[in-house]
């Protein structure tokens, strides 16, 4: 096994996602080789290294598990709460330790996956990779044309512009009008944000997609594996060693130009002579001036 980064190290040990993993190293919790590390980046190998979460060994497991929940209303998506609310690993019969892949709110439902792979989860909830997420939205009434219009070319939301969103009309019926929403980012209470900037009201959101995977049939609180195909579909959003270096690669050239482009604009300033350098100056003015005739 190749030297990795600490934090997905972690991450692909099941402990947890990769950005929660940077935390838990941040925190104190993690020593290698019998020395705390603070800082993510370090580079370890699990098969050489003595690594430590809380004084216990990670190890790499030797089965991963990939579940899809159908989440109801009332439970957040965590794997610990500290208010004690219930969460969607409540809802999980499995006796290894898996955590949520990103969030849903606790007012909404549907699709949400769990597993124990840290590397899934930074690549289907990291905004970089862009993984499309579907969902039906209940609205209070129709969306008025500039409504619309808003939703599909993005609008402002707390000082950043929300993404172009996919917006089709489903169906009308006495408790609303429902709607499909197709979101490539995933913003805290991003579409009940969006629809009350704009006057109207969710009355129900349902995940129905993620990437390929569909909720379909599954009944509400009810939790089944991913087949095979299902998780080569997934795991297909992470990218192979040599891209992830290339793309690596290329954000550290470009730190380096901007540290050696602010190097070369030190070097290149003129210095302000010290006191020796003004006498020197001063003395050559003497030596080239004409001396006086006696």
């Known amino acids: ?15 947890a996602s990769r950005r929660d993993c940077e935390a838990i190293i941040a925190a104190g919790r993690v020593s290698v080789n019998g020395r705390i590390v603070q800082e993510p980046g370090l580079r370890v190998d699990l098969e050489q290294d003595s690594i430590l979460l809380d004084g216990q060994p990670v190890r790499q497991p030797s089965q991963r598990t990939y579940l899809m929940l159908h989440k109801p209303v009332g439970f957040v998506s965590t794997a610990d709460d500290p208010f004690e609310r219930p969460t969607v690993v409540d809802l999980v019969n499995v006796s290894t330790r898996v955590f949520p892949v990103g969030r849903l709110d606790v007012d909404s439902e ?16 990291h905004p970089k990779f862009e993984v499309e997420k579907e969902y039906r939205v209940l609205l209070n009434r129709p969306l008025d044309i500039e409504a619309l219009r808003a939703w599909r070319e993005g609008l402002p939301l707390h000082g950043a512009m929300t993404a172009p969103a996919k917006v089709s009309l489903l169906e009308t019926g006495d408790e609303g009008v429902w709607y499909s929403v197709v979101l490539r980012e995933g913003r805290k209470r991003q579409i009940r944000e969006m629809a009350n900037s704009l006057g109207y009201e969710v009355r129900r959101l349902i995940r129905v997609r993620e990437g390929n995977l569909l909720l379909g049939d599954l009944p509400l609180r009810e939790t089944r594996s991913l087949t095979e195909a299902e998780v080569a579909e997934l795991r297909a959003h992470i990218p192979a060693p040599e891209e992830d270096a290339r793309r690596r ?9 901007r540290e050696d482009a602010r190097t070369r604009g030190r070097e ?23 001396e006086r005739g006696g």
């Open 110 to 125: 549907g699709l949400i996956l769990l597993t124990d792979d840290g590397e899934l989860t930074h690549h289907l909830t």
């Open 1 to 15: 096994m190749s030297a990795e980064r600490l934090q997905k190290v972690l991450a692909s040990a099941g402990i």
């Open 268 to 290: 290149e300033r003129p210095e302000r002579g010290g006191y020796g350098e003004r006498e020197d100056a001063r003395t050559r003015g003497r030596e080239e001036r004409p």
């Open 249 to 257: 690669g290329g954000e550290d050239a470009r730190t380096r130009g």
